[in-house]
Nanobody
Framework: DLRLVESGGDLVQAGGSLRLSCKPSGRTYRPYYLGWFRHSTWEAREGIAALDNTGNATYADSVKGRFTISKDSENVVYLQMNGLKLEDTALYFC?????????????????WGQGTQVTVYP
């Protein structure tokens, strides 16, 4: 089974930056592609960034130009978040899809991490 562990969440002042990490482990025989989602008290689980099978990234309009998703050689996926806003406060999840990737639709993702909390203060 594929296991995903997020880290990097923290308390940060508005305008600041954070980098989240998602480390996959376990065994899977199917290709997978990772994406980032977030869930807050005022917003249902929202897809914000995802990588597809060609390495291209897709972003939600709410984070475009501020957040960057990337992957290293060990398949750890990062979410660099710059220019953080109060409305970015949420529990951030990493998830895996065994489709082509690049989708922000949570229904296409079958494996989820436990999440890491990001709190932005004024």
């Amino acid at each position: 089974d594929l296991r995903l562990v997020e880290s990097g969440g923290d308390l940060v002042q508005a305008g600041g930056s954070l980098r989240l990490s998602c480390k996959p482990s376990g065994r899977t025989y199917r290709p997978y592609y990772l994406g980032w989602f977030r869930h807050s008290t005022w917003e249902a689980r929202e897809g914000i960034a995802a990588l597809d099978n060609t390495g291209n990234a897709t972003y939600a309009d709410s984070v475009k130009g501020r957040f960057t998703i990337s992957k290293d050689s060990e398949n750890v996926v990062y979410l660099q978040m710059n220019g953080l806003k109060l409305e970015d406060t949420a529990l951030y999840f990493c998830a895996a899809t065994h489709w082509f990737g690049g989708s922000l639709d949570k229904n296409e993702y079958s494996d989820w991490g436990q999440g890491t909390q990001v709190t932005v203060y004024p």
